[in-house]
């Protein structure tokens, strides 16, 4: 599926934009539903195009976003609560409209995640902010931000994509340093750009933006989910299977091949035809018996926090031990708890988490935290003995499209309980 965090971002980015905006192939999950409820809040027009479907493609979610009426400068701590990637919002509302009222989130489950990157870099812009009631209050100068050169103090990726929309439509030129360099980033300084922005950069460790007065749209296409290619392909792995991944390629997988490879999880492009067309994928299946490792998350390209758990699962089957550091996010082991209900032996030490690998997971009713989470249990019920229960799936929900059908179709058993 298109990339649930390139898909938060470019909605958040089109704000900027006076002239509707179309977003091929976003995923159909819950956090896009949180953003079009926001979006409709600030006087956001959102339409679905079933007609496109045809030119597109039967997997395509066409989403057309107009915002040429907004009307409200506020997200609700409504919103916000429910996602925080609403913070996303501030950097467009404030350059376009010259202020911004924008609803602080508070921590969550994997950590405190402050927000004091992006408010410095909107304050060398000359935004003056406060926080009052919860909310962060921002205005631009008269005539707009301007342009600065601004470094982060870590490689944020809300953060950056916070001040790269803020610097667009701000007077003159802006340099971002030491800027996160996910593929999403990438995606929404070219979707940006189709609609008339300055950026260049984007991916490298600066990104130089000059600002222009108006951004009109564009159609742009959704890039796919490493996230969710990498939790597939862990997927097939762990269960001796054999998956082709399509709307991927090997560059989907480059931030964490080289892991996958030492683990014994193989992946290889291949070609196939689809309806006549020649097109890539790549095969995941079990290269070896699974090697221990030690891993350490980094900011991109190091190995992504966001398979930090699923990855457990074949370092948990794998003979001997190994030893994963969390190095972005403070309490993003809840998952180990529920892991070792399932018989799983892990030990947490600070941002350490020591695996003794080679034990058999049994089933368990366990309970979700978080999404990634979420998906490690859903991994480790996959290979468990017996028939597991996860409850509070709807963690799942916000970041995995189809996931029971998708999983179901390759031979899972799985079945949503409602109750
Ligand atoms: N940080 C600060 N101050 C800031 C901003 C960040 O101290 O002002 C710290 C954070 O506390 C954290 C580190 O910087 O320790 C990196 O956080 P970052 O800002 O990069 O994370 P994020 O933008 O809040 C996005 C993804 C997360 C993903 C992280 C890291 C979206 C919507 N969310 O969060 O995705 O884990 O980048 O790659 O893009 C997920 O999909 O499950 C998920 C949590």
Redesign the pocket.
Known sequence: SGS??AG??LMAASVLCSKPTTLIGLPNVKDMFSMTQLLLDLGAKVSFDATQIEKYGPDCSLMTIDNSNINKLVAEYDFVKKM??SVFVLGPLLTRFGEAKVSLPGGCA?????????LRGLEAMDAKIEITDGYIVAKAPEGGLKGADFTLP?A????TENLMSAAVLANGTTILRNV?K?P?IVAMADFLNKCGADISGAGTETITIHGVKELGGCKFIVPEDY?EAGTYAIAAAITDGDVLLKNCNMKTFESYADVFEKVGIGLEEVKYDDNGENKVAVRAFKRHEFTPCDIQTGVYPGF???LQAQMMIPLIMANGRSVITEN??ENRFMHTAELMRMGAKIEVHGGDAIISGGTKLKSAEVMSTD??ASAALLLASLVAEGKSKIDRVYHLDR?YENIEMKLNNCGAKLERVVE
């Open positions: 649930k965090n938060l971002a925080r990637a994997i950590g405190v995640r402050p927000v004091d990157f992006h870590m944020s990726v809300s953060a996160a996910e999403h996230v992504p926090t966001d972005l996010f999404l990634r970041g």
